[in-house]
C-alpha cells in the first residue's frame, strides 16, 4: 500500500494515497511437447493363482521458451497502482518491455511401468505395481554468450515408485481395501523451470525429487439389494522435499527446498434409491493438513496448509420423472480455512446451492446447469471470489 500523502514522482512509482502498488511482469512462452505411451496387456495362470499383467513404456520430450521482463524499453520498472475502492488504475507500462530474461529450456522423461493383477481366490485380488522414470532437464540463457561458463546447465535424475494394494470380498455386497502408492514430481513439479539465474542454487533442483506417499484403506457397501451404495475410507499423505518460492515478489524465479506436509483424513460418501424415480447422494470430508517440516521457517511446523478446510460435505436429490428428464437440487459446504500457511487470516466458509435440469436421448444430451441459486458472495480463495449467480448451457450431439 502506498504511503499516505506520498506525492506521484518516478522513485515512489507513482504513489498515490489510497492506491494499492502493483508489481507487473511481461511473459512470451513457446512451448512444444511431444509423447507416446506404448503397453501390453495379458493373462495367464501360475497354477491356481490368475494373473492380469500391463506393461509398457512413456517417452516425453519437452520445449520450452520464455522470455520475461519487469522493465520498459527505456529501463524503467513495469508497475501499476489501484484504487479498490474506485477501480481507478494508473501505470507505466509501454508497448516494447526490455527483455529480462530469456531462456530455452529442454526436458526430456522416460518411464517404464509394470503391473500385476494377482487373483488368490475369488474373495482375495493382490495388486502389485513398479514404475522407473529418468529425467533429464537443460536449460540455457539466450541472453548470454554460449562460451559463457554459466550459459547452460543440466540437472537429471531418476526415481523408482511402487504401489500395491489389497482387495478383500467377504461377501458380494461388502469389499474392503487397503493400498499404499509413491508418486513424484522433479523440481517440484516444475518441469521446465528455469535454473539460470545468476541468484539461483543448482543444488536445490539436483537435489532428490519432490514425492509423495500415499496410505489408504476403504470400505465399500452395497445395501438393501443395491438401493444404497457408501463408501468410505481414510488416508495419510506425506509430501517430502516440496519446493516453494520463498519471495514471489522480487525473486519469482528462484526456488528453494521447503520441507515435508502431511495430509490425513477420512471421507464418506453415498448414492442411493429412495423412490423409484428420486435419488439421493451426498458425502464428508475431513482433512488435517499440516505443516510437518519447514527447514526455513521452522515456526510454521504444526500450522494448517492454506486453503484446506477441515470440513467439506455436500447432499443432492435427483428426481427422474421419465427415463430422458431429470431435474437436480443440492446444496454444497465448505468450511472455514486459513488464507495463509502462517495462520494468521482467516478465509470464512461458505454454503452453495446449486441445481441443475437435464435431457438425454441419443444422439442429443441437453444440460442447464444453475450455479450459486442465492447469489451468495463468497471466497473460493484468498485471490479467488466464488462465482455468482450463473447458467451454463450445454449440447451434445454424438455420432
Known sequence: MCAANQPATATNKGCYKGYIDQN???QQTSNKTTSTTFDVK?????????????????????????????????GSLIYGFVNPLTGDRFGNRADNPLITQHNYNQGTSYGVFAQDLITIIPEVKLMLGLRYDYYKNSTSNKLKSETDQDYKRTVSDQSVSPNVGVVW???????????YSKSFAPFGGQMGISVISASQN????????????????????????????????????????????????KEPDVWAVGGEHQSRGAEFSFIGRVLDSVYVRGGYSFLDATVKQNKEKPELVGNRLKETAKQTGNLFVRYLPTEQWYAEIGVTKVGDSWNDVENTQKLKGFNRADAAIGYSANPWNVTLALTNLTDKEYWRSSSMPGTPRSALLRVNYEF
Open 202 to 249: 543448482l543444488n536445490t533442483f539436483d537435489a532428490e525429487p519432490q514425492y509423495s506417499d500415499q496410505y489408504e484403506i476403504g470400505l465399500k457397501s452395497d445395501w438393501m439389494d443395491e438401493r444404497l451404495t457408501t463408501q468410505f475410507s481414510v488416508y495419510d499423505i506425506r509430501k517430502h522435499n516440496i519446493r516453494y518460492i520463498p519471495n514471489k515478489d
Open 24 to 26: 507487473y511482469y511481461w
Open 42 to 74: 495379458g493373462k495367464f495362470n501360475t497354477g491356481a493363482f490368475q494373473h492380469q499383467v500391463l506393461l509398457g513404456v512413456d517417452v516425453s520430450y519437452e520445449q520450452r521458451e520464455p522470455k520475461l521482463s519487469n522493465k520498459n524499453s527505456d
Open 169 to 179: 470380498q467377504p461377501v458380494e455386497s461388502q469389499s474392503i481395501y487397503a493400498s
